[in-house]
């Protein structure tokens, strides 16, 4: 009886160690398959998972993995693919119309100097204003397709503050055009940080020309010692599904029909670059475009 007991004892010992080692093996395997996995995805590679194990469930996990991996690369390349032909297209687009624009501009230069009646002024005023949005446009398009070819930053030690007040200042004239007298909260004490200049000086530029583009009449704008800046104003037309695709390239609300809808566009990818981050709300009529760097 007891050598019998014993018996069972070992094969129930033996069983458990084998479960053990099963589900040993099987972690194993789900862990290689995780990390090989997140590896695929972040790296441009034509390695598919490989597993150690020979069970023929996780075998399976792993061969169906692979299948989506193929076609989640060949997406990934047709995406790309389009990609630069879209960014290669609006370079030579906005290199062809700047030189018709150019001819343009010169011809109407010529015209101003020419005697003319007050309808003939009238109607050369209106040619060179629509003439100017048009320039306006074409060199947005330029800007967004060189900024997404070239990764060229160069951070440098810069103060928050002054950068902020000098693209306040570069707009204080169409401010007050437009009747808008800015609430401006900074910091006494300098808020450094290691950007590059000519991306931040555009992220500030588009944001603001941006906010008094759209502004119901005010600004408000702050500006944190942990680097967060925030631009608020009042947006009552503003829709959440509009705040909602405002970053997306090309897309401009109703009121903006001029616009290319590039700047928040080119704001966001900049601020990506530069490792900080950027969000957009509307809460009660009041729209806010929030910075972190």
Known sequence: ?????LVMIGILLFIIFVLLAKVYFLRKSAQEICDAFLNRLTADTNTLIDISTRDPYMRRLSAEINVQLRLLRKERHRHQHGDMELKEAVTNISHDL???????CGYLDLL???D???AVQRYLDQIEERTEAMKAL?????RYSVIRTEKNLAPEKLNLCRL????????????????IVPQISLPEEPVWRMLDKAALNRIFSNIINNA????????TIELTTEGTITFS????????IEVGRLFDRFYTVESGRSSTGLGLSIAKILTEECNGSISAECNSGIFTIRLQF
Do not use: H
């Not at 104003?233 to 959440?240: D, E, G, Q, V």
């Open 1 to 5: 009886m007891e050598d019998l007991l």
């Open 98 to 104: 700047r030189t018709p624009l150019t001819a343009i």
């Open 112 to 114: 101003k100097r020419e």
């Open 116 to 118: 003319r009646s007050e």
């Open 138 to 142: 074409t060199e947005e398009l330029f």
């Open 164 to 179: 902020l007040e000098d693209n306040l200042l570069s707009f204080y004239g169409v401010m007050q055009e437009k009747g």
């Open 212 to 219: 008094v583009k759209y502004s119901d009449g005010d600004l």
């Open 233 to 240: 104003n009042t947006a009552r037309a503003l829709t959440s």
